[in-house]
């Protein structure tokens, strides 16, 4: 093997793991934020693509956002159980440094406690297949996530494609 695609070989290895370490941090929801942000950087954007009409009601979708807004807003507004990504379901462009996951999960729309009609729930829930596009900087950097210490390369970009449709019909319930 030559050391060119040796290095290659490096760089689609260390993206896919990257990429697995973030989805599988994700898909736990007891993991403590700090622990999820440590795979980002300092600069990073995170972008729940959907239609601007729904920003006024969903505030993070359809906008830029850093991975700290973003989180507490998902956080805030719904949860999330059984969020799977299948081993198969990634694909990884070493050129351009980003990876993308298909996964799954069932998500329920928990709204803000703002609601008009205090007192009655508004929980909805949907079961969801989402992709999402990780853009990684070049840098390869130690963390510290819980008492395990990983070599990454830290998100920038964080694009995500789910079923908005479902989700404006949940926050409307």
């Not at 999960?105 to 008009?116: C, K, L, S, Y």
């Not at 510290?144 to 694009?159: A, S, T």
Request: net charge negative.
């Amino acid at each position: 093997m030559s050391p060119s695609s040796s290095n290659s070989n490096n760089d689609y290895s260390l993206l896919l793991q990257s990429a697995k370490h973030l989805c599988t941090l994700f898909s736990n929801p007891h993991i403590p934020p700090t622990d999820l942000l440590a795979l980002f950087t300092a600069d990073a954007i995170c972008h729940e693509h959907a239609t601007a009409r729904l920003n006024s009601q969903i505030p993070f979708l359809a906008r830029d956002l850093f991975p700290n807004e973003y989180f507490q807003l998902l956080g805030k507004l719904m949860s999330f159980q059984n969020m799977v990504f299948d081993e198969h379901e990634f694909w990884v462009d070493e050129r351009k440094g980003v990876v993308g996951a298909r996964g799954r999960a069932r998500f329920t729309w928990i709204g803000d406690g703002d609601d008009e009609n205090e007192g009655e729930t508004r929980e909805k829930s949907w079961d969801e297949i989402f992709v999402y596009r990780l853009e990684f900087a070049e840098a390869v950097e130690e963390v510290e996530v819980g008492r395990r210490k990983l070599k990454v390369r830290k998100v920038k970009k964080y694009e995500i494609w789910g079923d908005t449709g479902a989700m404006e019909r949940a926050a409307k319930a």
